[in-house]
Structures are given as C-alpha cells and as structure tokens.
C-alpha cells in the first residue's frame, strides 16, 4: 500500500467512525467543490468540465470551481486528484489515457488503479481516419489494400508517439497485418496544416468543427471512425469495428474522477447528478455541437471500461515494442 493511498484510507476511516453512512449523504456537500480538469482551459474538455460544474452546484446548491492543471497527457491533473482529500470535495476531469495509456508507458506519480476512482462516464469524442489528398483511395478497405500490395508506402500520421491514434494504428497493423509508416507529430495543429498540403496519406483525428468543415470543403475524406456506432454527422462512414477491427475501434472516453476512499454515498449521489446533467437537452446539444456524445452510466461499468482499455494497451504497447523517447 502506497503512502498516499494509507493517508486516504485513514482518514475515510475516520470519517466513516464520525459520522454513519447516511450522515455523511446528509451534510455532503458543506462547502465548494473544487473540478480539477487535466487540460488547458479554453478546450472541449473545459468547456464540458463547467457546463457540468454549472449543473451540479445548481442540484447540490454550493459553488463548484474549475481548475485547469494540464500537462504531461493529463498525468499532472489526474496526480493533483490522486493526492487530494478523499472528501468529496475534490473531483478531476480526463480522458482515460492517464489511467489505461500513461501507466504502461513510463512510472506515473500515482497508482492507476488505487489511487483514484472512477465517478461517471461523461462523453466520448470520435476519432476520425481521413485520406488527405495524398490519398487515392477513398474507402478504409482500398487503403488496406494497398499498404498490403506496397508495404510501408502508406503514411499515417497521428498526435505522437504513443498517442491514441498511434495505438489504433498498431491495432489495425496487427489485425490486418498490413506495413504501414507512422509519422508522429506534437499535437494537432500542425499535424491538421500538413494533411491539408498532402504531406502523408491518412490522419487520424478527433472529430470537431475545424476537422469537419475541412471535410464538408472536399480537403479531407473520410475513411473510418473510432466510435461505438455512426456519427449522425457522417451516417455512411464505418465503425472500424464494423470493418473487422474491434481491438482498433478506440475513442477518446472522458470522465469524472475522484480520489480513492471518498465515502460510496456521496460517490452514488455524484454519479446520479452528473448522469442527470447529461440527460439535460442544452448539455447534450453542447456535446454533439463539437462531435462529442454524451454516455453516463454507473461507476462500476465505468471501471469495467477503463480496465478492459488498459489490459488491451498493455497488450500491443508490449507487443508492438512502444515507447516513449
């Protein structure tokens, strides 16, 4: 047991000998809440993280305060959540890359799986595969074809080295076992300005207004989605999973999060305000406005999600020899 994790437990022991599991229900919350989100403000994800925090000090009538702590793919914030009091009063929002991506990729400051807990799925945003104009191709089978006839020859740029994409596309060599170059950048912005001058063949992405209109303009086409199921926006592009890649149908799964040993009452009463903000219509419209869909849900299956996703990345990470340099 790390120190962190005893320092949790103790004191949730010794709230629990205060006051009765009811009790802790009843006088949560006392005071304000403090939403620690992993990235910079201005994002989709900032912007989520407070339109929630508007909801939930509305429902449990105290202030809930946004704090951006970003860096290191979201290891920084998610740490601050880990080493905070396990009171309630301290959540983090991220994706679940820290929990089920960093850990097999270097020594994160805290246990994945102790230090923290799930509270609620919240959103997942797609992650678009697009043929830039480099590309003959315009479907994901065509493509697959022809890194197979020319092993190599296809370029597929993603956000870095380990990213997310990164990892779909050693699932989608390993399932299909086609060569296929990857070319890692540092961020988006440039990898987005390079695909729009052909510079390589495919990108993957997420989805977003910039993405979109981009291919609405005939610049970018797109060949397959990460997703669960279609896009209302793009109704004909396949699922990877649909196209016979399962392991590869990957997306960016964000979520609310809290320090391991906050008492189950008041973890039960977060998940089920937070499950009712996302049912609200103006929550749901800014989501899909950016391409994100709204998912909710219990903690528990939320936990069975982010373990099932980091068993999978231990597996190719390891296998496809990843790592970061």
């Not at 437990?9 to 992993?38: C, F, M, N």
């Not at 799925?121 to 074809?145: H, I, N, W």
């Not at 912005?189 to 303009?217: C, H, R, W, Y």
């Not at 990877?240 to 906050?262: Q, R, T, Y």
Request: no cysteine; aromatic share 4%.
């Amino acid at each position: 047991m790390t120190d962190s994790v005893r320092r949790r437990v103790l004191a949730s022991l010794a709230l629990a000998a205060a006051l009765p599991l009811g009790a802790q229900a009843q006088t949560w919350p006392a005071k304000p809440i403090r939403i620690i989100v992993a990235y910079p403000a201005g994002g989709v994800s900032d912007v989520v993280a407070r339109a929630l925090g508007d909801k939930l000090s509305e429902r449990l009538g105290t202030p809930v305060v946004v704090e951006n702590k970003a860096g290191a793919g979201g290891t920084i914030g998610m740490d601050a959540v880990a080493k905070a009091a396990p009171d309630g009063y301290t959540l983090g929002f991220s994706a679940i890359s820290p929990l089920v991506l960093n850990p097999h990729l270097g020594t994160p400051p805290y246990d994945a799986t102790r230090d923290i807990v799930p509270v609620a799925s919240v959103m997942y945003s797609p992650v678009l595969l697009l043929g830039t104009q480099a590309a003959k191709e315009r479907d994901f089978r065509s493509l697959l074809a022809t890194a197979k006839a020319q092993p190599g020859q296809v370029r597929w740029a993603t956000s870095g080295l380990a990213s997310l994409g990164h990892i779909m596309l050693e699932h989608i060599m390993q399932g299909s076992g086609v060569q296929i170059t990857h070319v890692p950048y540092k961020g988006g912005g440039q990898q987005l300005n390079d695909a729009l001058s052909g510079q390589f063949e495919v990108l993957s992405t997420n989805a977003g207004p910039a993405v979109m209109q981009q291919i609405k303009a005939g610049k970018l086409h797109p060949l397959a989605v990460g997703a669960p199921a279609r896009l209302n926006t793009l109704p004909n592009v396949p699922t990877l999973g649909e196209l016979g890649l399962p392991a590869a149908n990957l997306n960016s799964v964000f979520g609310m999060f809290a320090p391991a040993g906050v008492p189950a009452a008041v973890l039960e009463r977060l998940n089920a305000e937070i499950n009712r903000a996302l049912a609200l219509p103006d929550i749901q419209a800014r989501l899909e406005a950016s391409d994100n869909v709204p998912t909710g849900g219990s903690a528990e299956a939320f936990r069975r999600q982010i373990a099932a996703e980091s068993q999978s990345n231990a597996r190719i990470i390891r296998a496809a020899n990843i790592r970061l340099n």
